[in-house]
């Protein structure tokens, strides 16, 4: 019996790879459409797309992106700091 799904990326991935001012975009038309704050944007993807960290169309989401390379390095804003 298999446990679980094969997913080939995880949440914060495929919102890098969808772009996340798109992300935003959807969002903010759920809140407005159901108008509740249920749907509202979180303060840190406001940020994110605001300073221009939109994924993998600008090289920095919520992971670092370098033409010609597949591995997935986490942007440095969210890594640990000693």
């Known amino acids: ?4 799904m094969a997913h080939p990326m995880g ?3 495929l919102a ?3 772009g ?3 992300c935003l975009a959807i969002i903010n038309v ?3 459409g159901f108008n509740s704050d249920k749907y509202a ?3 840190l993807l406001v940020n994110m ?3 221009q960290n939109l994924g ?3 090289g920095s989401g919520f992971y670092k992106y370098t033409v010609g390379s597949k591995d997935l390095i986490v942007a440095d804003r969210f890594k640990k700091t000693k």
């Open 1 to 4: 019996m298999k446990l679980g």
């Open 11 to 13: 949440p914060l991935q």
């Open 16 to 18: 890098d790879f969808i």
């Open 20 to 22: 996340l001012d798109v």
């Open 30 to 32: 759920l809140q407005s």
């Open 41 to 43: 944007p979180c303060p």
């Open 49 to 51: 797309v605001a300073t």
């Open 56 to 58: 993998i169309k600008t």
